[in-house]
Each structure stands twice: as C-alpha cells, then as structure tokens.
C-alpha cells in the first residue's frame, strides 16, 4: 500500500488580518482627548495672562509720550498720574488711587521687586499741587528722571496678587 505523502494533504498557513491603523484602541483616544484638552486650557491661560497684561503696554506707551513732552514739573505730574491710573487698574478691588502721596508711594514700594520711589514725599507733594513759581527747577528735573525710570521698572515688574 502506497500512501500518499502526508506533507501534500497539508493546506498553506493563512495569515491573520493586517491590524488597521483606524479605529484606533481606546487608550489612543483617552491620550488624544488628554492632549486636546491640555492645549486648549495652555491656550486658555496664555491669552487670559496676555489680556491681563495690556494695561502695562498701554501705560509704558502713555509714559513714552509724556516723557517726549511738556515741562519737567508737568512731566512729574503726568507719571504721577499715571501711576495712579496703572494701580487702580491693577487693583480694582482696592482703593489705591485716592490714597494721600505719601501712602501712594508706600504701596508703590510694597508692590515692586525692587527699592524704588525713594522720593521726599513732602517735596513730590509741592510739585504735583503747587504753582509752577513755586518749584525748584533742578530738583523738579532730577525728580523727573528719578520718577521716570522708577515708573517704568514698577509697571514693568509690579506684582499682582494672581498673576505672578
């Protein structure tokens, strides 16, 4: 008796399906949802930390142009007013802008980084609400460079409760 070979009966392997790369597996959507909603509150944060600081590019650009002009006690004046204008829009809640010079000056320090508005506050009183005949024109002008350059480091670096 002749048998037949046994290794002919025997059909070809099949391989399984090749795994599609669509519908991914549950884990991959669980990541991709992660990671779309990560980005959108990064983008979320991002622009609600932009918006909250366009009032410091406002008032660096209002003390560019008083700086470029009027005359130096008016100058004094106008960085004062600024200044006070900057705070209140800083901290809404709190009543900083009527605050007497002096205090205003105290809160200016409390709130930057650095030692700034060292200014006689008795002095800065005379030339922000005395008449121009009364003003000392070189310490006017020395005030003015003094207040000037403290403005902008405070606008650029003051903390806010929230924001840092």
């Not at 800083?90 to 200016?108: C, D, M, Q």
Request: with cysteine; net charge positive; proline share 6%.
């Amino acid at each position: 008796m002749n048998e037949p070979d046994p290794l002919a009966l025997l059909r070809d392997i099949h391989l399984p399906e090749a795994i599609s790369f669509w519908p991914p597996a549950p884990g991959w959507w669980l990541l991709a949802l992660f990671a779309i909603i990560c980005s959108a509150l990064t983008a979320l944060l991002w622009l609600r930390r932009k918006r909250a600081r366009i009032y410091r590019q406002e008032a660096l650009q209002e003390l560019d142009e008083i700086l470029n002009s009027q005359q130096h006690f008016k100058k004094v004046q106008s960085i004062f007013r600024l200044l006070r204008q900057t705070a209140h829009t800083a901290y809404r809640k709190k009543n900083i802008a009527s605050l007497p010079t002096g205090s205003f000056l105290e809160f200016l320090r409390a709130t930057s980084h650095q030692s700034l508005f060292r200014c006689d506050p008795q002095k800065l009183g005379l030339i922000l609400y005395a008449t121009p005949e009364k003003h000392d024109p070189d310490y006017c002008a020395d005030l003015c460079l003094s207040l000037a350059s403290d403005a902008r480091l405070w606008i650029k670096q003051h903390s806010v409760r929230g924001e840092d």
